[in-house]
């Protein structure tokens, strides 16, 4: 069973960044979409961003021009870069990777992001 490790979540002041990455336990060698999302207490769970394995990005209005998603497929890593982070950018982010071709998906276990003004 294969997990997804994320890593690099904290408080941060508004206007800072802020880094997070995620990584499978176990190489995965399939074609795949890698994805961050979030969800603040009481809320759905939306996405952020999502990178496909030939690089092509969406984003979520609310984050456009100040987050960016990358990935290294050697490594089975994905990452955003969080700049001129706000109060409202506050949330569990959670890694996603989602195989079009079967429709499964698999989660992180999330990590906390908070934002003070």
């Known amino acids: 069973q294969v997990q997804l490790v994320e890593s690099g979540g904290g408080l941060v002041q508004a206007g800072g960044s802020l880094r997070l990455s995620c990584a499978p336990s176990k190489i995965i060698s399939s074609i795949y979409d890698m994805a961050w999302y979030r969800q603040t207490p009481g809320k759905q769970r939306e996405l952020v961003a999502v990178?496909?394995?030939?690089?092509?990005?969406t984003y979520a209005d609310s984050v456009k021009g100040r987050f960016t998603i990358s990935r290294d497929n050697a490594k089975n890593t994905v990452y955003l870069q969080m700049n001129s982070l706000k109060a409202e950018d506050t949330a569990v982010y959670y890694c996603n990777v989602h195989w079009a071709a079967s429709g499964s998906s698999i989660w992180g276990q999330g990590t906390q992001v908070t934002v003070s003004s």
């Open positions: 990178i496909s394995r030939g690089g092509s990005t």
